[in-house]
């Protein structure tokens, strides 16, 4: 079925370890974007891409890196973890409305 | 910059009641708004959004919201509550070419039997 695809679903981290949270849409969206959710905070967007190539920051992009080699995928990575970074992580594309995947719950111990 | 206000974190409406949740927004320039819905454990859901035409927009399961310049508002409503409507519903604002969707914090639903 068409749609976003994340992976993985649930992840522990020590504090300082690295990861990949991966995001890849087949609907051939340029438009991609990451967001995390905390508890009365609502979506904070952390990154987003207009299309290969083309990154920009949203509201809360330090501790997270992007890039965008193909249209398909958006990976976000957490270069050296820490606690404030516990959250529940979505991705999302955009045709003519906003397709969000079933996100990634992390937890950094 | 956008911004959103839901008011009201947490709404406890009876079965069969009104549903009226408050969204109230800050923008530069003509919006686009957006409801939400999220189930437990689930990603998110479009009900409906204004994209600068009819001010009285419908969505999905009966749920409407129309947007007033005037008072900078888009709130959500229903004419009757159902127990599946339980959920948290998200107020968005985008910029006019539909990118840097950014969110209100959020209002818990609960419906009472």
């Known amino acids: 079925n068409a749609g976003v695809t994340q992976t993985p679903k649930f992840q522990v981290l020590k504090t300082g370890q690295s990861m990949t949270l991966q995001c890849a849409q087949d609907?051939?969206?340029?438009?991609m974007s990451w967001y995390r959710q905390d508890p009365g905070m609502g979506l904070r967007l952390i990154h987003y891409s207009v299309g290969a190539g083309i990154t920009d920051q949203g509201e809360v992009p330090n501790g997270y890196n992007v890039s965008r080699s193909t249209t398909e995928d958006f990976p976000l990575r957490l270069l050296s973890a820490a606690p404030s970074q516990t959250s529940v992580y979505f991705c999302?594309?955009?045709?003519?409305?906003?397709?969000f995947g079933s996100g990634t719950r992390l937890t950094v111990v | 910059a956008q911004s959103v206000t839901q008011l009201g974190s947490h709404v406890s409406v009876s079965e069969g009641a009104l549903v009226l949740l408050r969204c109230n927004y800050s923008?530069?320039?003509?919006?686009?708004l957006f409801w939400y819905v999220q189930y437990p454990n689930q990603g998110l859901q479009l009900l409906l959004k204004?994209?600068?035409?009819?001010?009285l927009v419908k969505g999905i399961n009966d749920f409407e919201a129309e947007f007033k310049k005037s008072e900078t508002s888009f709130h959500l409503t229903k004419p009757s509550a159902h127990m599946s409507d339980a959920a948290e519903y998200f107020c968005a604002v985008s910029e006019s070419n539909g990118n840097k969707l950014v969110f209100g914090a959020g209002t818990i639903l609960r419906v009472k039997s």
């Open positions: 609907m051939n969206h340029e438009y």
């Open positions: 204004y994209t600068s035409a009819a001010t």
């Open positions: 999302a594309s955009r045709g003519i409305d906003y397709t």
């Open positions: 923008s530069s320039v003509p919006p686009y």
